[in-house]
């Protein structure tokens, strides 16, 4: 079965730094991208990092690009989210999911198999 777990939420204060796991299994690691997402409160789910693990390309949006990193070992078939410099803007439940297509997306509906997800909140 494929299996997206996500691990290292928590509760950190404004500045602070929280990094999010990945794990994934069930599928061929390297056939496919990962992306993390955040949903707030009565939002839309939001792409905030995107990692190839065909040809290790990267992409961030503008309202996490020097904040955020994703970084992927994919011996361990594990992709990582540091967080830095955390907003409480940055409060959601964060996901990451994997999606087989070989261009560049952060369109949730793109993406094959998603996570359960782990909170994450800032306090100011």
């Known amino acids: 079965d494929v299996q997206l777990v996500e691990s290292g939420g928590g509760l950190v204060q404004a500045g602070g730094s929280l990094r999010l796991s990945c794990v994934a299994s069930?599928?061929?690691?390297?056939?496919?991208?990962i992306g993390w997402f955040r949903q707030a409160p009565g939002k839309g789910r939001e792409g905030v990092s995107y990692?190839?693990?065909?040809?290790?390309?990267?992409y961030y949006p503008d309202s996490v690009k020097g904040r955020f990193t994703i970084f992927s070992d994919n011996a361990e078939n594990t992709v990582y989210l540091q967080m830095n410099q955390l907003k409480p803007a940055d409060t959601a439940v964060y996901y990451c999911?994997?999606?087989?297509?070989?261009?560049?997306?952060?369109?949730?509906?793109?993406?094959?198999?998603w996570g359960q997800g782990t909170q994450v909140t800032v306090s100011s």
């Open positions: 990692i190839s693990n065909r040809d290790g390309s990267i």
């Open positions: 069930g599928f061929t690691f390297d056939d496919y991208a």
């Open positions: 999911a994997a999606v087989a297509r070989p261009e560049h997306t952060l369109v949730a509906a793109d993406y094959d198999y």
